[in-house]
């Protein structure tokens, strides 16, 4: 069986500085945490616990040292409490985001309703949305769209790592029922090449695996994209969930893993599909 991989696939790099950071501050000594796991993929999160880097889910679960940011960013509010209280912040938001952040607050200031396309969840987007005044609208397709407007003046931003069609979809909605729309396309580069890709390789091959958290948005949103194309796709988080099943009669087998996942982890995944045979 023969294994063709992504051309981009894998760390991003937003993730990679993250981690970069949180390392370097774990080797300054003291106490580490960061505020909810560093990157969606558990293995990787274990990895830095056997480093001293801890796992705060709150801010008042980390009392003193240093509080790591995660790419994702946050709503500014924490950063300050979190510096009022004596923590020393190391702040590893991705450039990528800081730029959804830019855009979310030049909107608010100018008096736009803000749109963000997004999963409303998601940290990412309740960061963005902090930055936007905290009453932004968000949504993920045209149908979650107010059916009135309170103000004639619209501005969007999206998610880093939303597919463009949605926003797309989103735009092409808003447009008719505004008398001004502006739109930030804040999707970042890593998340476009990863899915146009992935895409592209899912539609060359018998069978894809996608490989990271299933707790990893950017990941989940590859398997969406990958499914499209090829009913055969698969979403494992390690080599260990492979099932030999899935490869019947396969020649050809795609992989490609999300920008939260470690190089160490997709290459698990291509030795034991190609020990299948
Ligand atoms: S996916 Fe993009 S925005 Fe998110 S951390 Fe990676 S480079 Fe930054």
């Known amino acids: 069986m023969q294994v ?9 790099y937003g993730v990679e ?17 960061t505020l909810g796991p560093l990157i969606h993929n558990p293995q990787a999160v274990a990895a830095l616990n056997e480093r001293g ?54 909107l608010d200031a100018e008096g736009y309703t803000v749109v963000i396309v997004g999963e409303a969840d998601h940290p990412e987007v309740e960061g963005i949305c902090a930055h936007a005044g905290g009453d932004a609208i968000i949504v993920q397709d045209p149908t979650e769209l107010p059916k009135r407007w309170s103000r004639r003046k619209v501005g ?16 092409a909605a808003i447009l008719p029922r505004v008398a001004e729309l502006r739109v930030f396309n804040t999707i970042c580069s890593a998340t476009t090449q990863r899915q146009a890709s992935a ?63 470690p190089d160490a982890q997709m290459q698990g995944v291509i030795d034991a599909v190609e020990s299948l045979g």
């Open 199 to 261: 895409e592209e390789l899912a539609a060359e091959v018998d069978v894809m695996v996608v490989v990271g958290g299933h707790n990893s948005g950017n990941t989940a949103r590859l398997v969406e994209i990958c499914s499209a194309v090829n009913p055969r796709t698969h979403h494992v988080e390690t080599a260990e969930e492979l099932e030999p099943a899935w490869f019947e009669g396969a020649q050809l087998v795609g992989v490609t893993a999300g920008a939260s996942t």
């Open 4 to 12: 063709r991989v992504a051309r981009h696939a894998g760390v991003c």
């Open 156 to 171: 969007v931003v999206v998610q880093t790592t939303q597919p463009l069609s949605r926003l797309e979809a989103v735009v």
């Open 17 to 33: 500085r993250a981690l970069e950071l949180a390392m370097e501050a774990a080797t300054s000594g003291g106490t580490v945490h």
């Open 53 to 106: 880097v801890e796992v705060a889910e709150r801010l008042d679960e980390a009392d003193d040292g240093t509080l790591v940011i995660r790419s994702h960013g946050v709503d500014p509010a924490i950063i300050e409490e979190a510096r009022a209280k004596g923590l020393d912040v190391v702040d590893a938001t991705c450039p990528f985001v800081s730029k959804a952040h830019e855009a979310a607050r030049t």
